[in-house]
C-alpha cells in the first residue's frame, strides 16, 4: 500500500501539463468528516456518448481497434483502444452483454437520458425519465457531506428530453442541471459564497419559528384526539428545523482550503486535455476533502454539438460525433479507436491518483472505496447494446477486479451489431440476448451499503460481480 | 327509554324480521325471467325494510358482530383438541404455540395474531402435518374450521376498525391541495408533481383522515411549491412586449406561386380525388391547389392581435389526423399565455361525422430524437361550414409546458426552434366529398394579457389608497390573502406575527412585493391552509359539539368542489346565515351547477368504483378506448346527479352514457363524436348501469381474459360494500402444469379450487358473483363463446340462489339487494363527504339516512342534500 499521502507526486498531479495544485496540509481535508469509523463509500460514473469501434473480425482493424478485450475473464488481451489501462489491470473491471432493455431499439442519438436511469425514455413523443442511480446514491450518502453529490458535464445545463447534456435525474425523473465550468465548481466546493445561503437559510428559520407558534395556537383550539394527529406536522416542522440546523452547520463550517494557484479553472473544452484533467481533478479534489461522495461526469453530447465536438483535438482529430460516421474511411476505425483510447487515459489518470492516495479516514487507497464507472449506452454506431463498460476500484466495498465479465449468450466475440456503417444500423434485430444492465446497478447500490431490492425494474443482483 | 337499549330492541326485532323473510327464498325462476327489469326495480322495491312503517328511522340492519363462541364450543374446539393438541398443548409445545391456551374470542381476546398463524397454516393444508394417521383432518372438518377461523378473523378486523372513533380532522389531499391553490391564485395550473401520491383507505377513499399524513419532505415540498405559486400568480414591471405570428394560407399560396417548382393540381384534373383527400393549400375561388405540410415563421412587427380579417378563399384543407406543422423559431417567450387563435370551418356537414382540433408542442432535440406533446387541454368542435368559419381558441400557459431548452442557445446546434402542429382529430369516414377542415387564418401572440397587471396579480396585490405605505398596505394585502387562505376571519393577533416576518425579510428584497410573497409562501405552508380544521368550540357555545359556520363552508366546499370555500360561501358564513336550510339549499344548487363539481364527481366516482384500477392495466392499447372507458362512469354519473334519477340506475338502466368510441367497442349503431350523450337501449339488459361498464371489466381480467375472482371481490366491495376476508398468506398458485386442470374451462378451474376444504368457505361468498360477469372477455366486450364453447355464465351463490349471467345478476340485486346497495351509496358518499372513515358510532345516523333516501326514491340528488342536512354532516 502507498502510504507516501501527502507527497511531492501528489502535489504535481496534472503530471507533465505545467499544472499543479498546491494541497494544503492534510489535516484540513480530514478536519471534518462526520462519520470517522468507517471509510466514506464513493460512488462516480462517467459517460461518454457515441459509443465506440466495433469493427468485423474480416476486417483489418479489428486486431487492433475493437474495443472489446480478447480472451477470458482473467487472462484477457487488451487492444490499442485500452492498452493504456494496462497498468492497472489488476484495479479494473471490464463488461459486455449488459444494456437497457427498453433502449434496445433506440436510436443512440437518445441514450444519455437513460444510460443511469434505465428508463423507456423512447425516441419520439411524450417524454418521463425516472431517478438515476448516482442520485440513489446521493440521498443515502448525501447525509454526511456538504454536497449530495456533484454533476459534471462538458456542455452544461440539463439538455433536452432525448438530448440529455447531464447524467442526474432527480426522484421525479426530471434532469439536474449539470456543471460545465471549472472555475464555477470550484468556487462552489471550496470557496464560501454563504450569504445567499444564510440570508435564505435564515428566513426559512424565521418562516418555521412563526410556523411551530402557529401550529402551537391553534393545538389548543382542536381537541385531543385532532391534536395528535397535529402532532405530525409539527413532527415535520421539527425535522426540517434539523435538517436546517445542518445547513447551517455546513455554512458556517469553513471550506477546505485549497490553493489555486496552478489549477487551470479557466480551461475550456477546446483545451479538452487540460479541461478532462481539472474536471477530473474536481472530482478527485471534493472526494479527498469529503465534499461530496457521488460525482457523474458526461463527456460531450450525443449527436455532437459545440464543446463535444472540440474534445477530439486532444488527440489532434476534429470532430468528435463525426467520428463514428468516418469508420468507413481510411483510418476511420484508428480514428474513432485513438479517441476512445484517450478517453480511457484519462480516466486511468484519475483512478491511478485515486489509488496513489491513502484513505483519509480509513483503510486502503481511496480508490479502495470508491466504484468508478467509465460507459456508454451504444457500442457500434449508434447501436443501443452491449454497452462498453469499465469499472475500476471499489475492493473495500467487495468488488473483485481484473476481470472481462462476459454476460448474456449468442454474442461472446462481441461481433453483434460488429462493423454497422449506416445510421440506419440500430434499427437492425437483436442477435444475442444481454442481461439489463440495471442488475450491475442493483449489485452497486447494495455493495454501496443500501437497502435497496430493485432499480429500473431490475429486482436481481449481477451474480459474479 | 336509553337509546341504546332501544337500539339493541330493534335490532333484535329485525333479526326476527330477517329471518322470516329469508326463509321463504324468493326464486328468480323462468317465470319472472320474462319480467322487464324495470318491474322487478319496483318489486324488489316493495321488499325494502326500510319503507317499513313500523321500524321507523333509526333502524339498524347491520348489528356490532359478536364472537361466534358457540360454534367454537360446540365443534371448533373438540377439533383443535383432537387434531393439534398433542403437539401444541401441554405435553409438547412446537412452536411455542399452546392452541389449548387460545382465547376463542377473537374480537376482545388478545390471540389474535396466533389465531392467523393458525388459520395459515389449516387454510394451505400445511397442518396437521402429512405422516400423522393419528392426527390427519378430514376435508369436513378442515373446512368447518377454517370457515369459523375465517369469519371470526374478518370481523375482528371490521370491529377492530370501526370501534376507534375517527375525525374529520384532516390534511388536504394532493389534488385538493392543487385544487385550493388553482381556486386561490386563479391559475389552473397543476403545482403538486412533486408530492407524493396518497394512499387509499380499505373503502377506497384518498381524502380519508386515517390515511393522510405528513412528513418533513412533504412539508417543505409544500413551502417550495407555494412560493413558486405564487410567483406565477404575480407579475413584475411593466407590461411585457409581445410577439404575433400571422399565418395567411393566402399569402403561402402567393409565396409559392413565385417558386418555379411549386406543382399545382387544379379541381377540374383527373386525379384530384385524390388530391383532395391530401393535406393542401386551396383557392376555393380559382379551383388550384398545391400539397403543403406547414412552414416557418416569425413575429411581425406591429401585428394587432385580435384583428378578424376579411375572410380569404384561399384555405389550408387538413384531412382526418393530419397535422399543419409551425415552426414559430425561438421567439415564444419564457412564460404568460399563448394564445393561438384558428379560424376554421368543414368543407361537409353530415351529421354522423365530426372534426376537432388539437395542439400540439414540441422541438428536435438532435437529429433523431425529438419530443412532442399534446398542449391543449380539449380538443375543440369545429362546428360550422366553411364558407362561414369561425374562430376556435386556445390559450396555452408557457411555463407549464415542455419547452425547447436550446432556444437560448447562441449556436444553431442542436436546433433551436419550436414547433406547434394544428391536427385534427376527426371521425371522418372516407366518403366521395371528404370532411375535412379548412383554416384561412391563423394567429398567435404570447404573452398575451387581457391587462396588465393581470387578475391574479390583483387578486392578491389587491388596489388600495394604502399602496404607497409599506406596513398598511402590507397588512391589507396579508389580511385579505389569509381570510381566504385559512378560511376564516383572521384578526390582528393573526396577522401580527406575519408582519413581524415581513419587517425582517423586507431589506433583504429590493421590493416590496417579493418580500411579501415570502411572507405569503409562509401562510400557505401553515396548518390553517393544510389541514381541514374543525375547532373546540367556546364554552359558552350553544352547540359545542357542531362545527362553526366557516368549518361548514370548507366541509361543503371539499365535498362538493374538493377545494376551498369561495368568497360567497365565506360571507355567507361570516354572517351566520350558512346553515339556514333555505340558505344552505340554495348553495347547494349553486355549487353542484357550478363547473368546480366535476371535480366532485370525478373524483368520487373514480374513487368509489377503485378506477386507479385501469391505470395499471396494460392490455387496453387504444387511448382513445381507454380515455372513453374511464370516462363512462363519471358521465353516467353525472347524469343520474342531473336528472336526481334513482341510484337502481347504477344496477341496470335502459339507457347507456357512451361516446362515439365507446358506442363502437358496445355495438351501439348510430353514436357520432367524441361528446358523452345518453343513449337508449331498450329492453337489452347486457348494458345499462355502472356494472358492465369496459372500464370495470378491463380492469378486473387478467389482460387476456376474465378474472371472476376479481370481478367478485370488486362487486362486493364496491357496490354491495360486503369485502370479503383477505385471502391467506401464501395461497398456492393454480398449477397450470397439471394436465387435468389445463383441461379444464376456467369455470371448471375455478369450482376444482373453490372444492379444496380450505378454500371453500371464502370463494364460496365470491367466485358466483364473478362467474355471472364471464359473458365480458378482458376489454369488457360482450361474447357468446370462449375458444369455441359456449360461454357458461351460471353461477350459484352460497344461498343456493342461482344467477343466470349478467341479466341474473341484476335481476337477484334489484329483487333482493336493493336495501344493501342502498345502504352502500349512503355510507361510502358519507364517508367521502366527511373525510374520514365511518365506525359503530355512525350506523345509526347511516341508518336514518338510508331510510330517508330510500323513502324519498333512491335518488343522487336528494342523497347529496340528506348528507348535507344530517346532523352527521353538522357534528365535529
Known amino acids: ?465 | 327509554m336509553n337509546p341504546c337499549l332501544m337500539n339493541t330492541l330493534k335490532i333484535t326485532i329485525l333479526l326476527v324480521l330477517v329471518l322470516v323473510s329469508a326463509s321463504p327464498m324468493l326464486a328468480v325462476g323462468e317465470d319472472a325471467k320474462a319480467t322487464p327489469l324495470q318491474e322487478v326495480r319496483e318489486f324488489g322495491r316493495k321488499k325494502s325494510r326500510f319503507l317499513q312503517e313500523t321500524i321507523g328511522d333509526t333502524l339498524a340492519i347491520r348489528a356490532i358482530p359478536k364472537a361466534n363462541l358457540s360454534d367454537f364450543h360446540n365443534s371448533v374446539g373438540s377439533l383443535l383438541e383432537k387434531h393439534c393438541v398433542a403437539c401444541h398443548g401441554p405435553q409438547e409445545t412446537k412452536a411455542q404455540l399452546r392452541v389449548d391456551k387460545l382465547n376463542p374470542d377473537l374480537l376482545t381476546g388478545s390471540d389474535i395474531e396466533r389465531w392467523r398463524e393458525v388459520y395459515g397454516v389449516l387454510s394451505n393444508s400445511e397442518m396437521p402435518p402429512e405422516g400423522e394417521p393419528d392426527y390427519e383432518l378430514a376435508d369436513a372438518d378442515r373446512r368447518n374450521v377454517v370457515a369459523w377461523l375465517s369469519d371470526e378473523l374478518n370481523k375482528a378486523s371490521l370491529v377492530r376498525r370501526n370501534t376507534s372513533e375517527h375525525s374529520s380532522f384532516r390534511r388536504m389531499t394532493k389534488y385538493e391541495y392543487n385544487y385550493a391553490l388553482q381556486d386561490l391564485l386563479g391559475l389552473p395550473f397543476t403545482f403538486v408533481d412533486t408530492l407524493p401520491p396518497e394512499t387509499a383507505s380499505e373503502d377506497g377513499f384518498k381524502n380519508s383522515s386515517r390515511m393522510l399524513q405528513m412528513s418533513s419532505m412533504q412539508f417543505e415540498t409544500y413551502r417550495d411549491i407555494g412560493l413558486e405559486a405564487l410567483k406565477k400568480a404575480t407579475v413584475h414591471g411593466e407590461r411585457p412586449e409581445a410577439v404575433t405570428y400571422i399565418i395567411s394560407p393566402r399569402e403561402e399560396m402567393e409565396k409559392a406561386s413565385e417558386k418555379k417548382k411549386a406543382e399545382f393540381f387544379d379541381q377540374n384534373d383527373k386525379n384530384y380525388a385524390s388530391n383532395k383527400n391530401r393535406q393542401h393549400l386551396f383557392n376555393q375561388q380559382t379551383g388550384k391547389g398545391l400539397r403543403y405540410s406547414g412552414g416557418t415563421w416569425t413575429p411581425v412587427a406591429d401585428a394587432v392581435s385580435g384583428e378578424t380579417p376579411a375572410v380569404s378563399p384561399v384555405v389550408v384543407v387538413l384531412p382526418r389526423s393530419h397535422e399543419l406543422k409551425l415552426n414559430l423559431g425561438r421567439f415564444l417567450p419564457d412564460e404568460g399565455t399563448m394564445r393561438v387563435r384558428i379560424r376554421a370551418g368543414r368543407t361537409t356537414m353530415e351529421a354522423d361525422e365530426y372534426a376537432s382540433l388539437r395542439l400540439v408542442f414540441g422541438a428536435h432535440t438532435s437529429n433523431n430524437a425529438n419530443f412532442s406533446q399534446v398542449v391543449s387541454e380539449r380538443d375543440i368542435l369545429v362546428t360550422v361550414q366553411g364558407d362561414t368559419p369561425q374562430f376556435i381558441q386556445f390559450n396555452i400557459p408557457l411555463s407549464e409546458i415542455p419547452r425547447n431548452p436550446f432556444r437560448k442557445l447562441s449556436t444553431t446546434f442542436p436546433r433551436r426552434d419550436e414547433l406547434l402542429s394544428i391536427r385534427n382529430v376527426s371521425n371522418a369516414h372516407n366518403k366521395k366529398e371528404p370532411l375535412c377542415v379548412l383554416i384561412d387564418y391563423i394567429e398567435i401572440t404570447a404573452p398575451y394579457y387581457d391587462q396588465w397587471p393581470p387578475d391574479t396579480h390583483n387578486s392578491v396585490f389587491v388596489g388600495s389608497s394604502h399602496r404607497s405605505d409599506e406596513e398598511k398596505y402590507g397588512r391589507e394585502v396579508l389580511t385579505g390573502f389569509m381570510e381566504r387562505a385559512w378560511r376564516r376571519s383572521v384578526s390582528s393577533q393573526d396577522v401580527d406575527p406575519l408582519m413581524a416576518l415581513f419587517a425582517k425579510y423586507r431589506s433583504e428584497f429590493t421590493n416590496f412585493e417579493d418580500a411579501m410573497l415570502e411572507v405569503m409562501a409562509t401562510v400557505l405552508a401553515a396548518p390553517e391552509f393544510l389541514y381541514v380544521t374543525q375547532k373546540v368550540s367556546a364554552s359558552h357555545s350553544p352547540n359545542p359539539q357542531t362545527i362553526s359556520d366557516t368549518e361548514l363552508a370548507s366541509r361543503l366546499s371539499f365535498f362538493l368542489w374538493c377545494s376551498i370555500p369561495d368568497d360567497e360561501l365565506l360571507q355567507l358564513a361570516h354572517q351566520g346565515t350558512l346553515t339556514d336550510p333555505r340558505v344552505l339549499n340554495a348553495q347547494v344548487k349553486r355549487m353542484l351547477a357550478d363547473s368546480r363539481s366535476h371535480r366532485f364527481s370525478q373524483t368520487f366516482v373514480q374513487q368509489w368504483l377503485g378506477l386507479d384500477g385501469l391505470k395499471s392495466v396494460t392490455h387496453v392499447t387504444d387511448s382513445s378506448l381507454r380515455e372513453a372507458m374511464q370516462e363512462e362512469p363519471v358521465a353516467f354519473f353525472n347524469e343520474v346527479l342531473e336528472c336526481n334519477s334513482s341510484v337502481m340506475d347504477f344496477i341496470h338502466s335502459d339507457y347507456v352514457m357512451v361516446n362515439e368510441r365507446l358506442a363502437d367497442h358496445y355495438k351501439i349503431p348510430s353514436v357520432f363524436g367524441p361528446h358523452f350523450r345518453k343513449v337508449k337501449i331498450g329492453s337489452q339488459v347486457n348494458r345499462g348501469g355502472i356494472l358492465t361498464g369496459a372500464a370495470v371489466l378491463a380492469m378486473n381480467s387478467d389482460g387476456t381474459d376474465s378474472h371472476p375472482l376479481k370481478r367478485g371481490i370488486w362487486l362486493l366491495e364496491h357496490v354491495l360494500h360486503d369485502p370479503p376476508p383477505p385471502p391467506p398468506p401464501n395461497v398456492p398458485e393454480v398449477d397450470l402444469t397439471d394436465p387435468e386442470i389445463l383441461k379444464m374451462t376456467l369455470k371448471q378451474r375455478i369450482a376444482d379450487h373453490r372444492s379444496k376444504p380450505a378454500c371453500i368457505s371464502c370463494h364460496a361468498k365470491i367466485d358466483p358473483w364473478g362467474i355471472a360477469f364471464e359473458n365480458y372477455d378482458a376489454l369488457g366486450a360482450y361474447r357468446t363463446q370462449v375458444e369455441n364453447k359456449a360461454v357458461d355464465a351460471t353461477s350459484s351463490l352460497f344461498n343456493k340462489q342461482e344467477l343466470a349471467g349478467i341479466e341474473g345478476l341484476k335481476r337477484y340485486l334489484l329483487t333482493d339487494r336493493q336495501d344493501q346497495f342502498a345502504r352502500s351509496m349512503v355510507h361510502k358518499m358519507t364517508a367521502y363527504a366527511l373525510g374520514r372513515p365511518l365506525s359503530f358510532s355512525d350506523r345509526a345516523d347511516i341508518d336514518g339516512m338510508t331510510s330517508q333516501f330510500r323513502k324519498r326514491g333512491d335518488r343522487l340528488g336528494d342523497l347529496i342534500d340528506l348528507i348535507i342536512s344530517s346532523e352527521i354532516f353538522h357534528a365535529k
Open chain 1, 1 to 465: 500500500m502507498n502510504n507516501k499521502t501527502v507527497s511531492l507526486n501528489r502535489r504535481n498531479f496534472l503530471y507533465g501539463a505545467g499544472v499543479a495544485l498546491a494541497l494544503p496540509k492534510f489535516e484540513t481535508f480530514a478536519a471534518k468528516t462526520p462519520d470517522l469509523k468507517s471509510a466514506p463509500k464513493r460512488f462516480v460514473s462517467v459517460y461518454h456518448p457515441d459509443g465506440v469501434g466495433l469493427p468485423l473480425k474480416t476486417d483489418p482493424a479489428w486486431e487492433d481497434w475493437s474495443w472489446f478485450p480478447r480472451g477470458g475473464e482473467r487472462d484477457f488481451e487488451l487492444t490499442k483502444v485500452l492498452d493504456v489501462l494496462q497498468p492497472l489491470r489488476s484495479e479494473i473491471t471490464i463488461y459486455s452483454g449488459l444494456s437497457h432493455p427498453a433502449a434496445r431499439k433506440i436510436h443512440g442519438h437518445s441514450n444519455a437520458d437513460q444510460y443511469l436511469t434505465g428508463a423507456a425514455t423512447g425516441g419520439h413523443g411524450a417524454y418521463q425519465n425516472s431517478i438515476s442511480l448516482d442520485q440513489v446514491i446521493a440521498a443515502h450518502a448525501g447525509e454526511f457531506t456538504r454536497h449530495s453529490s456533484l454533476v459534471m458535464s462538458t456542455n452544461g445545463g440539463i439538455g433536452g428530453p432525448r438530448g440529455a447534456q447531464t447524467q442526474s435525474f432527480n426522484r421525479e425523473g426530471r434532469p439536474i442541471p449539470a456543471q460545465n465550468k471549472p472555475k464555477q465548481i470550484f468556487d462552489m466546493l471550496f470557496v464560501t459564497s454563504g450569504k445567499d445561503a444564510r440570508a435564505r437559510l435564515s428566513r426559512s428559520k424565521s418562516a418555521l419559528d412563526f410556523l411551530i407558534a402557529n401550529t402551537r395556537s391553534l393545538g389548543q383550539e382542536l381537541s385531543g384526539h385532532d391534536q395528535q394527529t397535529l402532532q405530525q406536522y409539527l413532527d415535520a416542522v421539527r425535522d426540517t428545523e434539523i435538517k436546517l440546523a445542518k445547513a447551517q452547520q455546513w455554512i458556517d463550517t469553513p471550506v477546505p482550503q485549497v490553493d489555486t494557484m496552478h489549477l487551470k479553472l479557466d480551461a475550456d473544452p477546446k483545451e479538452a486535455r487540460f479541461y478532462f484533467q481539472t474536471m477530473y481533478e474536481l472530482i478527485y479534489l471534493s472526494f479527498l476533502s469529503d465534499s461530496t461522495r457521488v460525482a457523474t461526469f458526461q463527456l460531450g453530447r450525443e449527436n455532437g454539438e459545440g464543446p463535444h465536438d472540440l474534445l477530439s483535438k486532444a488527440v489532434g482529430l476534429g470532430n468528435a460525433h463525426g467520428l463514428t460516421h468516418d469508420v468507413k474511411k481510411p483510418d476511420g476505425w484508428k480514428n474513432l479507436g485513438t479517441y476512445n483510447r484517450y478517453q480511457a487515459e484519462e480516466f486511468g489518470r484519475f483512478v491511478q491518483k485515486l489509488k496513489d492516495t491513502s484513505e483519509p479516514t480509513g483503510q486502503g487507497s481511496m480508490l479502495d472505496n470508491t466504484f468508478a464507472m467509465h460507459g456508454s449506452a451504444s457500442s457500434s454506431f449508434h447501436l443501443s447494446r452491449n454497452y462498453p463498460i469499465i469499472s475500476a476500484g471499489g475492493k473495500n466495498l467487495g468488488f473483485k477486479n481484473g476481470r472481462f465479465l462476459k454476460f448474456g449468450t449468442g454474442n461472446e466475440d462481441n461481433q453483434a451489431g460488429a462493423g454497422i456503417v449506416s445510421d440506419a444500423g440500430w434499427r437492425g434485430k437483436i442477435e444475442a440476448e444481454e442481461l439489463p444492465l440495471a442488475c450491475l446497478f442493483v449489485t452497486v447500490l447494495q455493495k454501496l451499503g443500501l437497502d435497496v431490492q430493485s432499480f429500473g425494474g431490475s429486482t436481481e443482483t449481477l451474480s459474479g460481480v
